[in-house]
């Protein structure tokens, strides 16, 4: 089948054009642009759905392909996994989003994500024709994820190790981000201690020693980056100014 | 200081009471149940959000405090992360919601994870009062997402390690090696601000406000225990000492 190993997501008889509309936003968020109708309740195209995912999630939507049985939707399929709110006594294996993804970026062929209609989810039958169940751990007390939710999740774990974070600002260092070095932080402390002593702050004589201590300390815990160090001799000297 | 490290949710100036609702609801989805709100557009309570979040999440919101500022909201918090759809050039670390919200189990404190308002996002002024930013990875020709799949995935995050986290080499820490929280730095930033206003220091004018945001950015991004901001209070008055 296609090299493609991006998951496709398959949506079995899904009830409100809004969701499935929210669905294809989710996936696009994240990368994945192949969604899979199977008896949709209000038929389709919907435009209520068209509404939800204007733009860009638009053509998620566009190229949607409509089947009348999950069977059928499983075409080039290699692997699929069901998303259920609990898992099931079916004997089938049973992973998180992230392990799912992890097995899905394994495989040769494409999987699917299989979910289920929004009120009651997944029929056993359903479950039964997927390899494996992938239930995302959530509050017992409060488990209510919606279809686009759950697309979300299962997108986002596709996407954690496949879309690059995006580039740290810090990477790309100035002057001002680099790190003091220790002979840096040396002279700010001897800058501080200076006029701080003649300020006498070292008082009463009998604690000096300590206090000069906590401070020397205190520059030197501190990650402080050249910009930093800058910016405390400024202060300073704006400080002690006559 | 709380035993209690699950995060802490502090929305900015969000418009929609249906998204502060759907916004509770990921939260408990997760087990995060407590909500500071910060200039909520509409007044609160919002009945839009009781509505949105009803049961179990109705009760995040009943106990959501309001404040009139984001440094206010920011009582007993350790560390924060501001959450943005793309770095920024504020030298600060970027984490991605999985390394975010292991440094978040790491903390003796609490954590907050700081969301701007749908439109705009957090304004650098906002950015500027937080730790590091988190920013999702998503795909950058459709990063649309919004307010309450945002915080759902920081939610997963956290949820993700249903296994007790390891517990943190315990060590009775004197006051003076606990961290500080942000109000505590929020204040010392005020303190410096202040009198290196009245020193003349942020000069000249069309170069105040990146001054000001740089010395901002400067005292949340380090790490000060509340001993470093006693001695660094003490350092500011005696050097502005008549």
Redesign the interface.
């Known amino acids: 089948m296609s090299d493609n190993r991006t998951p496709v997501v398959i949506l079995v008889r899904p009830q409100m054009g809004e969701n499935i509309g929210a669905a294809a ?2 996936m ?4 994945l642009t192949e969604m899979r109708l199977v008896e949709p309740r209000d038929g389709w195209p919907n435009p209520k759905a068209v509404a939800m995912a204007s ?3 638009g053509k998620v939507l566009d190229h949607a392909k409509v089947y009348p049985t999950l069977a059928s939707a499983m075409e080039g399929i290699e692997y699929a996994f069901a998303t259920t709110a609990r898992g099931r006594e079916l004997s089938k294996p049973v992973f ?1 989003p ?1 392990t799912a993804m992890d097995k899905a970026r394994a495989l040769d062929g494409r999987c699917a994500l299989i979910f289920g209609p929004e009120r009651a989810g997944l029929e056993n039958d359903d479950v039964a024709r997927a390899n494996a169940i992938v239930t ?4 017992p ?5 919606n279809l686009a ?1 759950a697309v ?2 299962m997108g ?1 774990e596709w ?2 190790d496949t ?8 990477v790309r260092k ?1 002057a ?2 680099l790190l003091a070095d220790r002979v840096e932080i040396e002279k700010l402390g001897d800058h ?1 201690e200076e ?2 002593k003649e ?3 070292f008082f009463p004589e009998t604690k000096a020693e300590s206090m000069r201590l ?2 020397r300390n ?1 520059w030197s815990r ?4 050249q ?2 160090v800058r ?1 405390l001799h ?3 000297r ?4 006559r």
Chains 1, 2 share one sequence.
Do not use: C, W
């Open positions: 936003r989710a696009l968020n994240f990368g733009g860009a999630a998180t992230q995302v751990p959530v509050n007390d409060f488990p209510s994820l939710q979300l999740l986002y996407g954690r879309l690059p974070p995006e580039p740290a600002p810090h100035a001002a981000e501080y006029k701080l300020s006498g702050f906590n401070l205190m501190l990650t402080l980056t910009g930093d910016i400024g202060v300073l704006q400080l002690t100014r």
